[in-house]
Every structure is written in structure tokens, then in C-alpha cells.
């Protein structure tokens, strides 16, 4: 699986939208970028995964840039429970992708 | 529904004793996955079950390290002799069948602290 790249730590102002960025320029054309976060003392939680299209749930968006060497997960209005440990992971789809390969993330601090 | 449980929530122990810790995954998912997480650090793969076998414990650091799931729901990860750097976090997780897309829903881990 490609490698990603995270600045360690961000802060946002609540109310504003977190903008995480995530380099992976050497990810295949095979491999989907999924974003996890971890909120202290919990396990990780998924929040959405993208090829090549921007895509948006009930969470987030994530847009990913045309050659799909990077990508921002989008908090439209982030609130103080969304201060977290955020991962971007690249993996492959498909019969024998199951594991996930996380990095050390970015620690997003939301201030009041 | 219930979402993956682990037991014990946190564990103490001396080196060189042996550690069983627990995994409760969501009723009817078939895969089922530990990682290891350090202080500062992202989780590691351990190892995935398919059912009731193993099909990768390529993570599993050393010998010491063993984890079972006999009748394919519930998962063991056993720790012998342990050692100080076995401290960390232990997660599970589980998912559907495995593979693909498919969401890993993870635990709240067990913490493991080996004086």
C-alpha cells in the first residue's frame, strides 16, 4: 500500500471547517484513500473513502485532486468532540485487502 | 446493536507472566482483526481471521504472540512470557467478510501495562 504524508497536528475554531490535508503521491490506480479518526482513549472510527471522485456522507467530504496525489477530508463545522487523532490510510480493493496501515495521523484540536 | 467489546478494559501484569485478552466482535461479522498501538503511534497489524482460522498473522511480532477463534466469533490474543515493551494498546476489530471495502469497526482496546 502507498505511504501517506499528514502534518502532525492542526487546530480549527469551532463552528469553522477543518480542512485535513493528506499527500499520497505514489498511490496505484487500484488504491481507494480512506480516512479513520481516533478520539482519545476509543478505538478508531471510519469516515469515508474515495477512488477518484469527491464523495461527502453524514461525517464529512473528501476530496481528492485530479491526479489523486492528495486529497482533504472537509469538517464543514467542526465541534469539540471532532478533536481526534485523524488518519488517512491508501489501500488496495479487492480478495486479500483487508488490512489497514496507519501512520501517526494529524491531531486536530478544536478550540471553543 | 452492540458494537466490538474487548475485556479487560486495562491489564497489569509482570514480566514474564502470561496474558489472555479478549475480543467480542459484532454478531455475524466474519472477519475479525487485531492491531497493536504504542504511545504516539498508529495501530499495527497484527493478525486477521477469516471464520474460524488465521489467514495472516504475518503481524504477530514473535512467538510469544498467539491468537484463537475457535467457533469464529470470539477471539483470544494470547501473551506469554510478556516483557515490557509488550505495553501498548490492543485492538480488535471486525468487519463483514473481509476484504474490499469493506468498514473495520474497531473496539475500545485493551490496554496492557507490563511492569
Known amino acids: 500500500d502507498a505511504k501517506t504524508t499528514q502534518p502532525p497536528s492542526m487546530d480549527c475554531a469551532e463552528g469553522r471547517a477543518a480542512n485535513l490535508p493528506c499527500n499520497h503521491s505514489t498511490i496505484s490506480g487500484n488504491e481507494y484513500v480512506y480516512w479513520y479518526r481516533q478520539i482519545h482513549s476509543q478505538g478508531p472510527q471510519y469516515i469515508i473513502h474515495?477512488?477518484?471522485n469527491n464523495e461527502t456522507n453524514e461525517m464529512a467530504s473528501l476530496i481528492i485532486t485530479e491526479d489523486r496525489k492528495s486529497s482533504t477530508l472537509i469538517l464543514p463545522h467542526a465541534t469539540l468532540r471532532d478533536t481526534a487523532v485523524y488518519y488517512c490510510i491508501v489501500r488496495v480493493s479487492g480478495a486479500g485487502s483487508y488490512q489497514l496501515t496507519f501512520g501517526k495521523g494529524t491531531k486536530l484540536s478544536v478550540i471553543p | 446493536g452492540a458494537g466490538v467489546s474487548q475485556t479487560p478494559s486495562n491489564k497489569v501484569t509482570e514480566k514474564g507472566k502470561y496474558v489472555e485478552l479478549r475480543c467480542d466482535p459484532i454478531s455475524g461479522h466474519t472477519a475479525l482483526y487485531w492491531y497493536r498501538q504504542s504511545l504516539g503511534q498508529g495501530p499495527e497489524f497484527l493478525i486477521y481471521?477469516?471464520?474460524?482460522?488465521?489467514?495472516?498473522d504475518s503481524g504477530l511480532p514473535n512467538d510469544r504472540f498467539f491468537a484463537v477463534r475457535p467457533e469464529g466469533s470470539v477471539s483470544t490474543l494470547k501473551i506469554q512470557r510478556t516483557e515490557r515493551g509488550d505495553s501498548a494498546v490492543y485492538l480488535c476489530a471486525s468487519s463483514q467478510q473481509g476484504g474490499g471495502q469493506e468498514t473495520q469497526y474497531f473496539g475500545p482496546g485493551t490496554r496492557l501495562l507490563v511492569l
Open positions: 481471521f477469516q471464520g474460524t482460522g488465521a489467514a495472516d
Open positions: 474515495g477512488l477518484k
